[in-house]
């Protein structure tokens, strides 16, 4: 019997099958969650291990359990034809060391949106491999700032606002120890662009003199942003619920048939003491007042940042809105929707005080802002987180320009406002008439900020004007 050769086909097959491992590579991804802050952008980097080139590989990102893709590269090119959505014209692949296997994915801007589980996938011939890696989306919304009210008889309201945070802030009232303080409500909403605002309220006591404070901060970034504000430098004149109350017992009970003297004595004392007590809060004021006409400052008008509808006189003292709008040549310096124009001067220390009569108006806006704020911005942009602290009248309307905005009652029409700077803390505006305090913004302001004027639009041949009243002097007696 002849015996078969032997056949070498299935050793030489085996031979030629790639070795266990060979030519494999495995996708590295971060190894902790990156953190990308709102506005700016994400880095999303992958390399093949061991290093290989992968230029001629299908690379790509997706989003939640590849549900969305967010990339695709693939024939040395950028696909996008079936980017999702919400990623299109926001990613770049940056591949300078593709051929070391190294590559990463840009995201900008950052959304709150974007927020998720992300895999990078590469893919050659019919190996694939993908790596898993978090995205944390953050953003550190303003500075806090405290607006203040009367409560009940003997108490203060103070609200804190803050908006542009994300995710869910903590917020924290303290005292001047630094001892927590339990907030009356904490209340937190989602604006359009998917950031938090926050609003938390305190009522504290008007007899104590601690510092109180309100702190916001971000979990995520580990960032916090305070103001602070003294009980006894929130105190002012103001008709209380309760003395309007009384008041209106007080005529109601002047034509009833019951009334006795015992009780109208009783009661006379009880209007005695709350006329007594209101006019201790207008020493209190006049005091403040005379001690900021130590820091006062002489503005002037910069007449280069005025809107074209705008008239500069007296030597840059006043202020008229025109009733339609000047040809002048294009400057950067000039505001070109909102009718305002800026002081020449520039303060980011120290204190500094002055007075506007707003007398000549029904509708204006005046406080400071940011040396650097955008010359187009609309009048609903007008707000802190935007660089301007302001407060306004339209009509009977008085309201600070915060966000959101605040109203505020006046006993009379406002006059003259007197304007306190403290760079280290605090924006007041004054009704130097009737000795009230009407608005604070607290916050620490370090960036160079200017006096903003705004006067209302023309009216049946009325040119409403805003004028900067002379340096006040102190003296003995002080405001009027």
């Given at each position: 019997?002849?015996?078969?050769?032997?056949?070498?086909?299935?050793l030489l097959?085996?031979?030629?099958?790639?070795w266990?491992g060979?030519?494999?590579?495995?996708?590295?991804?971060?190894?902790?969650?990156?953190?990308a802050?709102?506005?700016?952008?994400?880095?999303?980097?992958?390399?093949?291990?061991?290093?290989?080139?992968?230029?001629?590989?299908?690379?790509?990102?997706?989003?939640?359990?590849?549900?969305?893709?967010?990339?695709?590269?693939?024939?040395?090119?950028?696909?996008?034809?079936?980017?999702?959505?919400?990623?299109?014209?926001?990613?770049?692949?940056l591949?300078?060391?593709?051929?070391?296997?190294?590559?990463?994915?840009?995201i900008?801007?950052?959304?709150?949106?974007?927020?998720?589980?992300?895999?990078?996938?590469?893919?050659?011939?019919?190996q694939l491999?993908?790596?898993?890696?978090?995205l944390?989306?953050a953003?550190?919304?303003?500075?806090?700032?405290?607006?203040?009210?009367?409560a009940?008889?003997?108490?203060?309201?103070?609200t804190?606002?803050s908006?542009g945070?994300?995710?869910?802030p903590?917020?924290?009232?303290?005292?001047?120890?630094?001892?927590?303080?339990?907030?009356?409500?904490?209340?937190?909403?989602i604006?359009?662009?998917?950031?938090?605002?926050?609003?938390?309220?305190?009522?504290?006591?008007?007899?104590?003199?601690a510092?109180?404070?309100?702190?916001?901060?971000?979990?995520?970034?580990?960032?916090?942003?305070?103001?602070?504000?003294?009980v006894?430098?929130?105190?002012?004149?103001?008709?209380?619920?309760?003395?309007?109350a009384?008041?209106?017992?007080?005529?109601?009970?002047t034509?009833?048939l019951?009334?006795?003297?015992?009780?109208?004595?009783?009661?006379?004392?009880a209007?005695d003491?709350?006329?007594?007590?209101?006019?201790?809060?207008?020493?209190?004021?006049?005091?403040?007042?005379?001690?900021?006409?130590r820091?006062?400052?002489?503005?002037?008008?910069?007449?280069?940042?005025?809107?074209?509808?705008?008239?500069?006189?007296?030597?840059?003292?006043?202020?008229?809105?025109?009733?339609?709008?000047r040809?002048?040549?294009?400057?950067?310096r000039?505001?070109?929707?909102?009718?305002?124009?800026l002081?020449?001067?520039?303060?980011?220390?120290?204190?500094h005080?002055?007075?506007?009569?707003?007398?000549?108006?029904?509708?204006?806006?005046?406080?400071?802002?940011s040396?650097?704020?955008?010359?187009?911005?609309?009048?609903?942009?007008?707000?802190?987180?935007?660089?301007?602290?302001?407060?306004?009248?339209?009509?009977?309307?008085?309201?600070?320009?915060?966000l959101?905005?605040?109203?505020?009652?006046?006993?009379?029409?406002?006059?003259?406002?007197?304007?306190?700077?403290q760079?280290?803390?605090?924006?007041s505006?004054?009704?130097?008439?009737?000795?009230?305090?009407?608005?604070?913004?607290?916050?620490?302001?370090?960036?160079?900020?200017?006096?903003?004027?705004?006067p209302?639009?023309?009216?049946?041949?009325?040119?409403?004007?805003?004028?900067?009243?002379?340096?006040?002097?102190?003296d003995e007696?002080?405001?009027?």
């Open positions: 019997m002849q015996r078969r050769a032997p056949s070498f086909r299935p097959l085996w031979l030629l099958l790639p266990p060979a030519g494999q590579f495995q996708v590295k991804g971060p190894s902790s969650p990156v953190i802050r709102v506005g700016e952008a994400a880095v999303l980097p992958c390399h093949l291990s061991p290093p290989t080139d992968a230029q001629n590989m299908v690379v790509r990102w997706y989003r939640d359990r590849q549900s969305v893709l967010v990339h695709e590269y693939r024939d040395s090119l950028d696909h996008m034809e079936q980017q999702s959505l919400q990623y299109q014209g926001r990613t770049e692949l591949r300078e060391n593709i051929t070391q296997g190294q590559v990463a994915l840009r900008h801007p950052v959304l709150p949106g974007d927020e998720g589980q992300y895999s990078c996938v590469f893919l050659r011939s019919a491999s993908r790596a898993q890696f978090e944390l989306v953003a550190s919304g303003a500075p806090p700032h405290i607006h203040i009210q009367p009940h008889t003997g108490s203060i309201k103070m804190c606002s908006s945070w994300y995710p869910h903590e917020l924290q009232w303290r005292d001047t120890q630094g001892r927590p303080l339990s907030p009356d409500s904490v209340k937190m909403s604006r359009e662009d998917g950031l938090m605002h926050v609003d938390s309220s305190i009522t504290v006591e008007e007899s104590s003199r510092d109180v404070s309100c702190s916001i901060r971000n979990p995520v970034l580990r960032e916090e942003k305070e103001s602070r504000l003294s006894a430098e929130a105190l002012f004149p103001r008709v209380s619920a309760w003395t309007v009384l008041a209106v017992l007080l005529v109601l009970l034509f009833s019951m009334i006795t003297g015992v009780f109208l004595q009783r009661f006379r004392r209007l003491g709350i006329a007594k007590e209101l006019e201790q809060r207008k020493l209190v004021i006049k005091k403040c007042l005379k001690e900021a006409q820091f006062a400052e002489d503005i002037i008008l910069d007449e280069v940042t005025a809107h074209p509808q705008l008239l500069v006189l007296d030597r840059g003292k006043r202020v008229e809105c025109l009733p339609t709008a040809a002048l040549p294009a400057n950067r000039r505001f070109t929707v909102l009718r305002a124009v002081g020449r001067n520039s303060f980011f220390t120290g204190h005080y002055w007075e506007v009569d707003v007398g000549g108006s029904e509708t204006w806006t005046v406080g400071l802002c040396d650097s704020i955008n010359r187009e911005t609309h009048f609903k942009d007008v707000h802190p987180e935007n660089g301007f602290w302001s407060i306004n009248r339209t009509h009977d309307n008085y309201r600070a320009l915060s959101p905005r605040y109203n505020f009652k006046v006993a009379a029409p406002l006059s003259v406002v007197g304007i306190l700077l760079c280290e803390g605090s924006i505006f004054y009704d130097v008439k009737q000795l009230t305090l009407l608005h604070t913004f607290t916050g620490k302001f370090s960036l160079p900020l200017r006096p903003c004027f705004m209302g639009l023309p009216s049946l041949g009325h040119y409403p004007s805003l004028v900067i009243s002379p340096v006040p002097t102190p007696s002080g405001p009027p």
